[in-house]
Each structure stands twice: as structure tokens, then as C-alpha cells.
């Protein structure tokens, strides 16, 4: 079980990390106004975040779930 919730868990990541570039870089262009390298670097970043934030969630569900 911990070998599937673990493999769940990447999909998670990298799934989240695919959706939230988009959105995170709009997000950073209107409301933070960055543009060029600092752009890249911060919505590289809050995609990172997102997506370690919904790996780890997947991860302590399946925790939970482990121990019944």
C-alpha cells in the first residue's frame, strides 16, 4: 500500500505542478507586477510549493488510510 500511495503521491506533484504554471505566472504578472527572470524564478517556485503542498496532503491521507 505505501508503494501505491507513495506513486499517487508523484502524480499528484507533478500533475499540480503542470496546472498551477500557468496560474501562478498570471497571478505574479497582475498582482506582484514581475516580468523577465524574477518572473520565471517566482511562478517557478509557487508551483513548487503548490505542488509539494498537494504531494504531502496526498501523502498524510494515505497515512491515515494506512493505519485504518
Given at each position: 500500500m ?22 501562478t ?6 498582482w ?5 527572470l ?13 505542488a509539494?503542498?498537494?504531494a ?5 491521507i494515505?497515512?491515515?488510510?494506512d493505519?485504518?
Amino acid at each position: 500500500m505505501r508503494n501505491v500511495i507513495t506513486a499517487v503521491s508523484f502524480v499528484a506533484f507533478v500533475l499540480v505542478f503542470v496546472v498551477s504554471r500557468d496560474a501562478t505566472r498570471g497571478f505574479l504578472e497582475s498582482w506582484v507586477e514581475l516580468e523577465g527572470l524574477a518572473l520565471w524564478i517566482g511562478s517557478f517556485v509557487a508551483s513548487l510549493a503548490l505542488a509539494g503542498l498537494a504531494a504531502g496532503a496526498v501523502l498524510q491521507i494515505g497515512k491515515l488510510f494506512d493505519h485504518g
